[in-house]
Every structure is written in structure tokens, then in C-alpha cells.
């Protein structure tokens, strides 16, 4: 009887030596933890390119860095995609390549170490105060859980990865702090109240502690911005406001010593204290 873990990786096998890039999606779903639009999106131009010119994408070529310069940069208009665009379309097929590894099909990534431009830094306006407000309002009516994360955001300058990362064991609510990565951030009231529904679901804060639980569910990154571009289109918000959006509205509007935002280096605090300020003088020009 033949193994179900090699069929598998026989099938997958299969499907990059014909190309087959919508059967590789929905054979790695699950261990990819994107949105299929945003994987096919992402991994079509690469496939593409190389079924054109038969670049065997489980064995490429020594040059691999360099072809792939032109798949993750064209886009079918003409003239090269944004940096974001050339790094997201990376990254998806890095991930792609390390889930290949995980199932024994290939020994090491071919992408890893690949030459990237430098992220782009959005220079659109910070959004408004009072629709950051109404935000929080949908997202308060519909949405304990993701209510409390965009509180954390917004109110402690909380990024994406610490909020995946956050354990109930990090949190001393006697003390209403709480321990980050780098620093301990004192919480303001506001994030004390939103954590305390969360806190009273997963037992209080002896078991919630002591089972070392997430506080909070979502998947990954993906997850978190689709649940808040739905409460954006809810609440007719646009355009729609970010999760780096809402951060850097944080550092506006609740200026602090890096601790309390999470910085540890009061050098990257100024940089992005710096562009949240210019952000939201743009926004007073127009």
C-alpha cells in the first residue's frame, strides 16, 4: 500500500513538472495560510515564466536569483511592479518552497537569500481620529476579539507579529502591564477594558495564565487584515485603514517614551515618531 504522505508529494511532484499552479494551491493550502486570490496573485507570474521557458522549478538552474529578477518584477502592463508587490510575490513563493521541504520534496529553498528591493513606506495621510473612532466602534459591536486587537494597535502601538505572539501569561492585570518582546508597556485603560471579555472567555487570569494560551485566535497576518477590511467596509471607511496605519496614528496621537510603544531603541521610536508626524501634517495641507 503506498504511504499517503508520498502520494502526495508524487502529486505535487507531478503538478510543477506540468505547471499545474492552481493544483499545487489547493494541495498546500493549509500549510501556505493565505488566501487562494492572494497565492495564485503571487506565484502565477513565477510559474508562468518558467513553464515558457521549461525552468524546472523543484531543481532551477544556478542562476535561479537572477531569472527570477524578471518574474517577480513584470507585471502585464508594462515597466516593473512596486517594491511591496516584488517582495509579497517573494515571500509567497519562499513559504511555497519551505512547505516542499517540510514534506520531503526538495533539501533546501532555492529562493532563500534572493536580492529585494527596499520595502515601500506608504505616504498616504494617517486616518482621522473620529474614523479611527468609528473603527473601533464596529469592531466593539461585532467583534470582542478583534475590538481588543486594534485596541492594543492603536493604544499601545502594537504590531502584527507581537499580537499573534501575545500570551495571557505576558499580562499582569494587577499591574496593568504588560511584557513585550523588548519592554514592558504600561496599558492604558482603554486596553486593560477590551482584554477583560477575552480574559473572562479563557478562564480569568490564573488559568489563562497557566495554560499559556494566545489571546488571540487569528491565524496569521492575513487573517487579522481580512477581519479588518471587513469592519473598515462595514463601517464605510475609505479608503480603509491598515494595521501600520493605525500604529503610526498611535505615535500621533499618544506620544510616549519608546517603552511604552514597544521600541527598545529610542533611535527607531524618533524614525517612526518622525514619519507618523509628517504623515499627519501631509494630511493637514490638503
Known amino acids: 500500500m503506498t504511504d499517503p ?19 499545487i494551491i489547493g494541495m498546500l493550502r493549509e500549510e501556505l495560510h493565505r488566501p487562494v486570490p492572494q497565492l495564485r496573485a503571487n506565484l502565477r507570474p513565477v510559474f508562468e515564466a518558467a513553464q515558457a521557458q521549461e525552468i524546472n522549478l523543484l531543481s532551477p538552474p544556478a542562476d535561479f536569483h537572477g531569472w527570477l529578477q524578471t518574474p517577480l518584477r513584470q507585471i502585464q502592463t508594462g515597466g516593473e511592479a512596486r517594491a511591496n508587490t516584488i517582495r509579497a510575490r517573494y515571500a509567497t513563493l519562499k513559504q511555497l518552497y519551505d512547505a516542499l521541504i517540510d514534506l520531503g520534496l526538495i533539501d533546501g529553498n532555492p529562493a532563500h537569500g534572493c536580492p529585494l528591493p527596499p520595502p515601500e513606506h506608504s505616504q498616504a495621510p494617517l486616518p482621522s481620529p473620529a474614523d479611527i473612532q468609528r473603527l473601533l466602534a464596529e469592531a466593539g459591536a461585532t467583534d470582542e476579539e478583534l475590538f481588543a486587537a486594534l485596541t492594543l494597535v492603536y493604544q499601545q502601538a502594537f504590531q502584527l507579529t507581537e499580537l499573534s505572539a501575545l500570551r495571557w501569561s505576558a499580562l499582569d492585570f494587577s499591574r496593568a502591564e504588560l511584557m513585550r518582546a523588548r519592554t514592558i508597556t504600561a496599558l492604558r485603560p482603554e486596553s ?32 487579522f487584515r481580512l477581519q479588518l477590511w471587513k469592519v473598515c467596509q462595514a463601517a464605510s471607511l475609505s479608503p480603509t485603514i491598515g494595521p501600520r496605519e493605525l500604529r503610526l496614528a498611535s505615535l500621533r496621537d499618544f506620544p510616549q517614551a519608546p517603552p511604552g510603544s514597544g521600541f527598545s531603541n529610542p533611535q527607531s521610536y524618533e524614525r517612526a515618531l518622525r514619519h507618523a508626524t509628517a504623515l499627519a501634517e501631509r494630511k493637514r495641507e490638503k
Do not use: I, Y
Open 5 to 23: 504522505g508520498d502520494e502526495r508529494a508524487m502529486k505535487l511532484a507531478q503538478a510543477f513538472h506540468t505547471f499545474n499552479l492552481e493544483q
Open 192 to 223: 486593560l477594558n477590551a482584554l477583560q471579555p477575552l480574559l473572562s472567555r479563557a478562564g480569568g487570569p490564573l488559568h489563562a495564565s497557566q495554560k499559556g494560551q494566545r489571546v488571540f485566535s487569528f491565524k496569521n497576518a492575513d487573517d
